[in-house]
Structures are given as structure tokens and as C-alpha cells.
């Protein structure tokens, strides 16, 4: 599903400006309920988020916990090195269409836009490896597609808001999925540490009782 996702979607990137595109993917921005939902829902690809989401793992299984935090840091490393270092000239939409296109694009009240450092999105590379994971570490199918959709919608929110071009979040979750992948083969689905396979309390409990 995700392939096929990447494949429309690299298809209209390469067929349409980013500019164009951004224009008319703004024409969606104006509905007070849906704008404010959107406005909240970015919260599931901020980095926080995904660090709780660890964290409250960590109570259930600890080699769960670590597989989301290595996949975040990972992926998030990637993405510092992309916006500070080799991209960091790259301008988000507002910004762009204000100063360069001489438009305004239509922005939702209460949202604070940034203006730099635009690719690729962290919060689609955050919610991309924080759902992967989930999406792999699951057993149930209908939590897989859970899974998948609620990383579609935080990386479909950057757009939305203004606050990244499409090709940004396209990449971004490109960045998220390949580092959850690589890590759900070298670290989750590996046999080394079984122990890591308990809570955070039970591993507490068991160095406790050997010392």
C-alpha cells in the first residue's frame, strides 16, 4: 500500500511543479472543522510524541521501546543533517509564495508558520518511523492499517498547514519507513537479548534479585 502510495504520488511530483501543486492543494484550507482537526492531528508527527509513544512501551516491552527510539534518532539525525546542512536554503510554502510568487496561500488561525528550513518534513519522518514501527511490531491487520493511516494523515497535515511542500513529507516519510525497516531487521526481529523482550519493571526486578 505504501509502495503504491509513493508511486502516485512521486508521479504527480514529477509531473507538476511544487508551487503549482502547493496552489492547489491549498484550496482545501478553509473549512474551521476540518483546519482545527488538521491543526491537532500534526501533533502525532512531532518528535515528542514519538518519544512518549517509546516510553509508555518501555512498561511493556523494553526491545519494543528501543526498536521506536532508534528508528526516531536515526531517522531524525538524517533529517538535521538534510535541513541544516546541505538544504537548509530551502524556503517553506508561505514564505515562498509571499516573497517570491507574490501570493498569499491561505493559512489557519492560531497555526505559527515557519519559514526556513523546509526539507524534508520531520514531523512526516517522525510519524513515518513511529507507525512503522508500530505497524510491524502488530499483530492484528486492522491495527497495521490504523497504523498506516494515522503516518498518511501527520505527514498529509505539514501540507496542509503550510508548513512543508508536498515533496517534503514525500521524502520525509521515505526517511522515517527506510530507518524502522533497517531496524526492525538488525535490532527487533533479531534473537539477541531475549531479555529485552520484558518491561522496564520486570528487568528492574530481575537485576534486583541477582545482586
Not at 48 to 71: E, G, H, P, T
Not at 157 to 162: I, Y
Request: proline content about 2%.
Amino acid at each position: 500500500m505504501y509502495v503504491i502510495l509513493l508511486g502516485v504520488i512521486g508521479y504527480v511530483l514529477l509531473n507538476i511543479g511544487k508551487v503549482p501543486l502547493h496552489r492547489e492543494m491549498n484550496t482545501y484550507v478553509g473549512n474551521a472543522s476540518l483546519d482545527q482537526f488538521l491543526a491537532y492531528a500534526t501533533h502525532l508527527g512531532d518528535g515528542l510524541f514519538a518519544v512518549l509513544i517509546a516510553i509508555a512501551f518501555a512498561f511493556k516491552n523494553v526491545r519494543v521501546s528501543l526498536y521506536i527510539l532508534l528508528s526516531y534518532a536515526g531517522a531524525g539525525i538524517v533529517s538535521y543533517i538534510l535541513k541544516h546542512w546541505i538544504y537548509y536554503e530551502i524556503y517553506r510554502p508561505h514564505f515562498v509564495f509571499q516573497y517570491y510568487v507574490h501570493e498569499h496561500v491561505k493559512l489557519i488561525d492560531g497555526v505559527d508558520v515557519v519559514a526556513f528550513h523546509s526539507f524534508p518534513s520531520g514531523h512526516a519522518l517522525s510519524a513515518f518511523a513511529l507507525f512503522f514501527c508500530l505497524l510491524f511490531v502488530a499483530k492484528n491487520h486492522f491495527l497495521k492499517i490504523i497504523c498506516f493511516m494515522l503516518a498518511v494523515l501527520a505527514a498529509y497535515t505539514r501540507v496542509h498547514l503550510s508548513q512543508h511542500w508536498l515533496i517534503d513529507v514525500y521524502v520525509g516519510s521515505i526517511i522515517g519507513v527506510s530507518f524502522s525497516v533497517l531496524l526492525y531487521v538488525l535490532f527487533y526481529s533479531s534473537n539477541k537479548w531475549p531479555q529485552l523482550n520484558h518491561s522496564i519493571l520486570q528487568l528492574l526486578k530481575n537485576k534486583k534479585s541477582l545482586v
